[in-house]
DNA sequence: TCTGGGGTCCTAGGACCC
DNA sequence: TCTGGGGTCCTAGGACCC
């Protein structure tokens, strides 16, 4: 007989506003937001407080007032979230090593080979109780064979919920939800779906027309399908998170940037910005793309790959600066984004670069003339047969 | 309701190599 | 002379999630 997995999802519920919550107990039961700026802009999350007046997370911040005129607008403190969290995995951890962290404020928890005699709705109750009691922060738990069921399960009951979802559930409580809860639908697909007749859950699972499905769904028709049927083989994978792919700074400028010599200091920013964090990281990247998007949230990128890693300011800074003046057009920008991908831990980068000649690390200076070396190298046959020059 | 900023993953075409 | 098929990397764009 096939041994049912042990899955948990477990979510912090309004993490951000309940972290504020947690330092300052007042604001319990006062209608909170959090957002940059006070009067513009988005709400990253609300307290239950304010979600009572029908404000919700990613709500703008004029409309939010306008629902609920006496919310108080509180700028983030991501290194207090930081530390939260930190808080969060480590005492999650004390009941399985096989923990995934999906984001900052949830996870997944393998328990099937960790549970002994206990009851998993037991554990379940002895993790929430604990994150309240101790830390103040409010969890919902999804209990399920699986990381899907597990993840629609803890999205259930909030806050402060815990579901059960077993397979012989699944068409009583899951396929009666409308097709846009499922994990991995977003507003994009959601009009496509009901196009053909597909309003919920249910009626993807039992969707036959696979072929047209496909073109809305492309290669993961059967993944999605398998889903809604309950299905859903994929391991808990406590290393998915750990290698990052990606270092990224981007803003929107309310004003917009009218001309070349501002757009050009603030992707100067941006980039300080990234190759801080890439330093930060010990990482070193291979690829600089720069996006652009103008007043009429039209949105172009470009990027550009080098021979050789880099963490190297000048190197990269250089490279934004050209692909910035392919992307340039006369119209006011609405939001500039510098990203470096393809990353290489710092000493990889080292092997790679004094392999030729001695294991001393190059000084600063050559390494910056090999890189620009490779560029002259292979910056023309890449763009020029593009019809772009240097 | 006119829309942050951090990411991940997917797709599709093209270059290039074997 | 014309032409297969697989694999990998690059590039631009898009969907989605928190």
Sequence with gaps: MKKYRIIFHIDLNAFYASCEEAEDPRLKNHPIGIAKNSDRGILTTANYAARKY????AMNVYEAKKRCPNIKIIPPNFSLYEEKSRLFFDYLSTFTQKLEPASIDEGYLDLTDD?????PLDIAKTIQKHLWEVY?????????????????????KKPLGITVLRKRDVSEKLWPLPIESMHGIGKKTVPDLKLIGIQTIGDLANYTELKTLRRFLGNQTESFVNKALGFDETPIDPTRRDTIHSIGNS???????HDYENAFKALDDLTQTVVHRLHKNERAAKTISVQVRFHDFTQHSKNFSLEYHTSEYEIIMGIVEDLFEQ????????????SASNLEREEHLFKQLTIFESNAPMPKAERIDKVLESINANYPKNLLNKGFKK
């Design 54 to 57: 029908g404000v919700t997370s």
């Design 115 to 119: 549970l002994a005699e206990t009851h």
């Design 136 to 156: 103040h922060l409010p969890v919902s738990i999804g209990i399920a064979p699986n990381r899907f069921l597990a993840k629609m399960a803890s999205d259930m």
């Design 251 to 257: 803003r929107t400028y309310e004003g917009f940037i």
């Design 327 to 338: 992307l340039y057009e006369t119209k006011p920008i609405h939001l500039l984004g510098v």
